[in-house]
């Protein structure tokens, strides 16, 4: 166990530093191509290092109630203006669905209710943000293999795309809002879930409510809050820029693995 765990903290550093650099320089990044190659061939030397290096149902570091930190800080977006989102809310997401298609045998369109009956997972881990802050909360939800397992992935399935409620700028689609991929791997992972609740309580608005994703061994900024709709295609092309997420189009990386 702590070889494993020395591997792990030196992923972890490594992916935070990258982070860094990445967040510092990001204006620069779109502008000057050998970069961008420079950037994607360390991230694709991220991914081959963890996968390596680590199990795939290898788990990220979990933690006891002490360690909870008292004040966990919500970053992003806070409390989405779409329309639809705010009705949601004042109804207490009674309506609310989430939405599983794409390249699934069945399409499932689930209320909150449906989801805490699926098989659930709780919790208690470190969020690391690439502006270089931590904290623990404890996370409750549904496990997101089994819910594709449900959906009944297609053959030509290779990601799952979390289409979410907020709107950070003006996105390629027109919509304005946030989006995040993973692969068939972290999808499948037993720490992936989407989670309800936060600290034994319904999930706040501002982490996220009524859903958000929880892939817990990359950085914070694949933890896609306000989930709406998860979507299962065979490539990232035609999402956003095609880079796989909302910020992975603005310079980060899309395997943010710690």
Not at 22 to 36: E, H, I, T
Not at 37 to 54: C, D, H, V
Not at 119 to 142: F, L, M
Request: net charge neutral; with cysteine.
């Amino acid at each position: 166990m702590s070889g494993q765990t020395d591997r792990r903290g030196w992923l972890q550093a490594a992916g935070a530093a990258l982070g860094a650099l990445w967040l510092s320089a990001c204006n620069k990044l779109n502008d000057n191509p050998k970069v961008q190659s420079t950037l994607q061939k360390a991230e694709g030397l991220n991914l081959r290092a963890q996968r390596a290096l680590l199990t795939r149902t290898s788990l990220a570091r979990e933690f006891g109630e002490a360690d909870i930190s008292p004040d966990f800080r919500p970053n992003g977006s806070t409390n989405p203006s779409d329309p639809d989102y705010q009705a949601a809310v004042r109804n207490g997401f009674a309506d609310w669905r989430l939405v599983i298609d794409g390249l699934v045998e069945t399409p499932l369109s689930l209320s909150l209710a449906d989801l805490r009956a699926a098989p659930a997972r709780t919790q208690i881990t470190r969020h690391d943000c690439v502006e270089g802050w931590s904290s623990i909360g404890k996370w409750t939800g549904a496990r997101l293999s089994p819910l594709l397992d449900r959906a009944g992935l297609k053959p030509q399935a290779r990601y799952v795309v979390f289409h979410c409620a907020d709107t950070l700028e003006e996105t390629p689609d027109g919509t304005g809002r946030y989006y995040e991929s993973l692969d068939l791997v972290d999808a499948h992972h037993p720490q992936t879930i989407l989670a309800y609740a936060m600290n034994d309580r319904p999930l706040p608005v501002a982490h996220g409510a009524p859903l958000r994703l929880r892939v817990e061994r990359q950085l914070g900024y694949k933890q896609a809050k306000y989930v709406m709709r998860v979507e299962a295609v065979a490539d990232l092309a035609a999402i956003g820029r095609g880079k796989g997420g909302f910020w992975e189009d603005r310079g980060y990386e899309w395997y943010a693995g710690i």
